[in-house]
């Protein structure tokens, strides 16, 4: 398939919080834009430490993770971070793990965008291409 790469917009869902009640100026508000991989193959979404610290965010949790190879080992999760991806936005948990931003299925289900593979980029899903529409049954 060869590498897919997408443009993301991070922040801190409770400095958004903060900004609605009154309590903090949208100019006071971080955010961090960086190149994120985009891995079909991983469920969650992993965010360096170096990025989360720079928004504010902290490891909260310490779930453990399986490696392709079999490997498992307990890694850090921080709660609350808002992703801006191709005009789409939604809050997920990432796990505090390597040295880029890569995108698992979670949050590309939860915004409703696919990987073209052809061309190698990030669309938003052709059956709902204006909003993410979220199934539940």
Same mark, same amino acid.
């Given at each position: 398939? $060869?590498? @897919?790469?997408?443009? /993301?917009?991070?922040?801190? /869902?409770?400095? =958004?919080?903060? /900004? ?5 100026? #949208? ?10 991989? *985009? ?6 979404? !992993? ?8 928004? $504010?965010?902290?490891?909260?949790? =310490?779930?453990? @993770? ?13 709660? $609350? ?22 995108? $698992? ?9 696919? @990987?073209? !593979?052809?061309?190698?980029?990030? *669309?938003?899903?052709?059956? =709902?291409?204006? #909003?993410? #529409?979220?199934?539940?049954?």
């Amino acid at each position: 398939m $060869g590498e @897919v790469r997408v443009k /993301v917009k991070l922040s801190s /869902v409770a400095e =958004h919080a903060a /900004v609605a009640a009154g309590k903090l100026r #949208v100019a006071d508000a971080r955010a961090i834009e960086a190149d994120a991989l *985009v891995d079909t193959g991983a469920v969650r979404t !992993c965010v360096p430490q170096p990025v989360l610290d720079r928004l $504010g965010l902290q490891a909260l949790d =310490h779930p453990v @993770v399986e490696y392709a190879n079999g490997q498992k080992e307990a890694v850090g999760a921080a709660y $609350g971070v808002m992703f801006d991806i191709l005009d789409r936005r939604s809050s997920d948990d990432a796990l505090v793990f390597g040295d880029e931003v890569m995108i $698992g299925q979670t949050l590309l289900e939860k915004m409703d965008l696919l @990987v073209d !593979c052809t061309n190698r980029r990030l *669309v938003p899903n052709p059956a =709902h291409p204006d #909003v993410a #529409v979220n199934k539940l049954k």
